[in-house]
């Protein structure tokens, strides 16, 4: 067991369609069967441009920074799953370097 993780809806479909194949012919190769079976899982977190462009102007005025782009994460997250129902935007906010912890 596991989970497969992508950025992309059609690059977790390629991974689940060639996880098979690999699956059947390998028990085919050894005259066994495979009954293979895969729980696709969250969807891709993907942030809708106009509530994203909403999130990084209130955080700019609020802080009078202009947000830090992050990099994508492999991070396990359903929030894609509202995302999918509405548009919105998935922040990560911190308080930054200078907190005493």
Same mark, same amino acid.
């Given at each position: 067991?596991? %989970?497969?993780?992508?950025?992309?809806?059609?690059?977790?479909?390629?991974?689940?369609?060639?996880?098979?194949?690999?699956?059947?012919? %390998?028990?085919?190769?050894?005259?066994?069967?495979?009954?293979?079976?895969?729980?696709?899982?969250?969807?891709?977190?993907?942030?809708?441009?106009?509530?994203?462009?909403?999130?990084?102007?209130?955080?700019?005025?609020? %802080?009078?920074?202009?947000?830090?782009?992050?990099?994508?994460?492999?991070?396990?997250?359903?929030?894609?799953?509202?995302?999918?129902?509405?548009?919105?935007?998935?922040?990560?906010?911190?308080?930054?370097?200078?907190?005493?912890?």
């Amino acid at each position: 067991t596991g %989970t497969v993780r992508t950025f992309h809806v059609p690059t977790k479909e390629l991974v689940r369609d060639r996880m098979k194949a690999i699956a059947e012919s %390998t028990a085919a190769a050894y005259g066994a069967t495979v009954d293979f079976a895969y729980f696709d899982g969250v969807l891709p977190t993907i942030n809708a441009e106009d509530p994203t462009a909403v999130a990084r102007a209130a955080a700019e005025a609020v %802080t009078g920074n202009v947000p830090a782009e992050l990099p994508m994460s492999m991070g396990g997250e359903d929030f894609s799953e509202m995302l999918a129902v509405r548009p919105g935007a998935f922040i990560i906010l911190g308080n930054g370097p200078s907190a005493d912890l």
